[in-house]
């Protein structure tokens, strides 16, 4: 009778957070959005696919904890259960550190497999944060995945590898060459969005973006002075003091799991004159 | 004098650059600590003299460590199970 129990679990849903092009926001979007499932109760691991060039653990504020790696648990070196960091903030967070000194071709498509598959039976939800381009790294860690979260600024260079990351969703993951495989589910996540330079005319619009790439849209990330202090200090830009930027996450994930969230785009508060000369905060 | 301003410097990037220093400090040389890549050869030798006494199997030992920028720790617990009834 256990046994019949044991069958109905569900496992894991791998999301890769991708965009070909380097500098949009990945790994902030990785952190972000991983401290934000975390904080609602799912448990949330984060993998660091950038063999040789490891950000994650720096803007996850775990840098001085890394003592085994993915690559270390590929090779055998160490046991997965060792090279997971558990976050000091959020019980159901952790981070899957990569390698600083190897590279990418310590990454083998049945390592990749074998770890997910272990932690799918653990977590709820297994952020894959891909290295930009479309090389080995950032392959690998779209080849497992059942949803991707396609990271893209409103300009040309961005949106154009966007597409060309789209075309790789759908050909080269193991859902695209299963037959019968649902396709990877891919939406869009529109980050460092101005909205003066939009009114402007200098920048492309939400809907421009999403015309030309033609696939859901996940969230709009506003640009702010947050992500920036966020990163300084280590910590998830939604975990952080109140922002912008955080509000669109905690969206932006509200959306990732089903709700139904309206699109709206934040702005910091700006401090008006009077506030400034008199540095009140209210 | 170089670098001087009116302003204070903002709190975040002077955590920013602490961080980092700490971090590349541990990273370009391996110098005054353990590298990162013994790691993995320093568990196996740990385990091997563990079980010339007892009987441990391969996940039972877990490695912790924590950077600093006077120094760091390395916290090594190992597991094994419990003698049941010495009686």
């Known amino acids: 009778m256990s046994k019949d129990l044991k069958l109905e679990e569900p496992l894991g849903r791998v999301i890769v957070v991708t965009s070909g092009k380097g500098g949009v926001g990945k790994t902030t979007t990785s952190a972000a959005v991983g401290a934000e499932l975390a904080r609602r109760g799912h448990k949330t691991v984060v993998i660091d696919f950038d063999v040789g060039l490891r950000n994650l653990d720096m803007i996850m504020g775990c840098e001085r904890r890394v003592v085994f790696d993915f690559i270390n648990v590929i090779q055998g070196d160490a046991k997965l259960k060792q090279a997971l960091i558990r976050d000091r903030r959020l019980e159901n967070l952790a981070v899957l550190p990569t390698s600083q000194t190897r590279d990418k071709d310590a990454l083998t498509k049945d390592g990749v497999e074998k770890v997910l598959d272990e932690l799918r039976k653990e977590f709820d939800y297994i952020i ?9 790294g950032a392959q690998m860690a779209m080849h497992f995945a059942d949803e991707a979260i396609v990271v893209t600024n409103p300009e040309v260079s961005s949106v154009r590898d966007s597409d060309r990351v789209l075309g790789l969703l759908n050909s080269i993951t193991e859902r695209a060459s299963k037959s019968g495989a649902e396709p990877v589910k891919a939406q869009v996540l529109i980050t460092r969005h101005d909205k003066s ?63 139904q969230i309206e699109m709206r785009i934040a702005a910091d508060r700006r401090p008006g004159l009077l506030q400034r000369l008199f540095g009140r905060t209210v | ?70 120094l760091s720790s390395l916290e090594i617990n190992i597991e094994f199970p419990a003698t049941p009834g010495v009686n």
């Open chain 1, 128 to 136: 894959c944060d891909s290295p930009a381009g479309i090389e080995r």
């Open chain 1, 197 to 259: 330079r939009i009114d402007s005319g200098e920048m492309m619009t939400v809907e421009d973006v999403l015309e030309v790439l033609a696939v859901p849209l996940l969230g709009i990330i506003p640009e702010s002075p947050a992500v920036l202090r966020a990163s300084n200090l280590g910590v998830p830009v939604v975990l952080d003091e109140p922002s912008a930027a955080g509000t669109a996450y905690e969206d932006a994930v509200g959306r990732l799991i089903g709700e």
């Open chain 2, 1 to 70: 004098m170089f670098g001087f301003s009116l302003r204070p410097r903002k709190a975040s990037a002077s955590t920013a650059k602490e961080r980092l220093q700490i971090l590349l400090a541990h990273e370009r040389s391996g110098s005054g600590g353990a590298r990162p890549d013994c790691l993995p050869q320093l568990q196996r030798d740990i385990l091997e003299v563990i079980r010339r006494h007892m009987q441990v199997g391969d996940e039972a030992i877990d490695i912790r460590m924590e950077r600093g920028d006077e």
